[in-house]
């Protein structure tokens, strides 16, 4: 079974990504901007930095929105 390569994130509760505070996060936790939104490849979130978000404060983040 083959996983994915990539995940896109467009929109945040109806609102373009880019303009939200989990935008952000997701960009510090190596997600890149591409033309339809967030985007994080295989082996990025590895090589992102200590500073990064991490999913349990991306989720935390999403359930206060």
Do not use: W
């Amino acid at each position: 079974m083959r996983g994915l390569d990539t995940l896109t994130i467009e929109q945040v509760n109806g609102v373009f990504v880019y303009e939200t505070a989990i935008g952000r996060m997701l960009r510090d936790a190596g997600f890149v901007e591409s033309p339809r939104g967030l985007t994080l490849r295989r082996g990025a979130a590895r090589t992102a930095t200590k500073t990064s978000a991490s999913a349990t404060d991306v989720t935390d983040a999403a359930s206060r929105a």
